[in-house]
């Protein structure tokens, strides 16, 4: 029972999810760290929820607590004197899948910020539109990145990118050159992750023939995390479909290579950026969400070519600027 929790225990789950320990939110406060578990206990039996689990990196909120946490910077804003300077909301909460938190987390190392820094908190992905939506409108969410949302009005929409779908596989692997057929496509194994990415095709006839062919193939191994799925490629003899964009970043990290799908299968994906339009509202969100665009956009300048307003990997460019790495490190 949510509602049950009173301020002074929003107050203190709004720290944990900021500060990611109990100690460093004893210290804020003024109290020990005992006090600090005591009152998690609390708001545990109160909602029924963990609403934090204890890692090695700190304490990682789940999505009641970052909904708790969002909760009380509604309350405090809403109870700020007239004139009041406000700088609670200082979290950036972003959703999506591994691969672009991998980039905007490399992103946010190297940033210098023009605007009031931010911690960003990265939530995992989910399948699900309708969750992805309500928590992005009940502000549990700052930013969704990912396959298309359906259209709410309180929600704006970007597209980012739309590129097409490629195979990764070990850079062991016995399949050469840049494509497969049909038959490699069935006699491969075939890995995937729950958090399944929306691909598509230009028509009716060639998405529904696509369809058949990756329901038909042979799945030896599923799991909801893509890094995982790579990993696994990268040391056994399989196959993974990933959109374009994520390529060089995989190349760059992981000992695999990328090959085309089969003729049969021109899968093409969409990226789109979702957020509230209430960030519109806020210069240091808007600045992040600015910043965002203007680093992808880098990016697909960096490692692809475009026709007809889709991306297509360039593996050129990519080997260029590795090249030119290995060049200015032995400078």
Request: with cysteine.
């Amino acid at each position: 029972m949510t509602q049950e929790i009173d301020v002074n225990l929003l107050r203190i789950i709004h720290l944990l999810v900021t500060n990611g320990s109990v100690t460093k939110t004893a210290q804020v406060l003024g109290l020990t760290p005992g006090a600090i578990s005591h009152a998690l206990n609390k708001a545990r039996k109160l909602s029924g929820q963990h609403l934090f689990i204890r890692t090695r990196s700190g304490m990682q909120p789940d999505t009641l607590a970052l909904e708790l946490s969002q909760r009380y910077q509604k309350y405090t804003e809403s109870s700020q004197e007239p004139g009041q300077d406000n700088n609670s909301r200082n979290i950036f909460f972003l959703r999506t899948i591994s691969f672009m938190e991998m980039l905007v987390a490399d992103k946010i190392l190297n940033e210098t910020y023009d605007y009031q820094e931010l911690r960003h908190v990265f939530v995992p992905y989910l399948s699900d539109t309708e969750k992805r939506l309500s928590d992005l409108k009940s502000n549990v969410i700052n930013m969704d990145v990912g396959s298309k949302l359906p259209p709410d009005p309180l929600i704006y929409q970007v597209k980012l990118f739309s590129c097409k779908a490629s195979l990764l596989v070990s850079d062991k692997s016995k399949f050469v050159g840049k494509q497969i057929t049909l038959d490699d496509w069935y006699a491969a194994k075939h890995a995937v992750w729950s958090s399944q990415i929306d691909y598509y095709c230009d028509n009716v006839t060639k998405s529904s023939h696509a369809l058949k062919h990756i329901e038909n193939r042979n799945v030896v191994i599923h799991s909801s995390s893509n890094i995982n799925m790579v990993l696994f490629c990268a040391t056994n003899d399989c196959m993974m479909l990933i959109p374009d964009f994520y390529i060089p970043l995989t190349l760059e990290t992981f000992p695999v290579k990328s090959i085309a799908t089969p003729p049969e299968l021109e899968l093409k994906y969409d990226c789109y950026m979702h957020f509230h339009s209430q960030l519109s509202e806020d210069p240091a969100m808007m600045a992040k969400v600015d910043t965002i665009i203007a680093d992808f956009n880098k990016y697909a300048e960096a490692y692809f070519i475009r026709e007809d307003g889709v991306i297509y990997f360039d593996e050129k460019n990519l080997r260029d600027k590795l090249s030119g790495q290995m060049t200015a490190e032995l400078q």
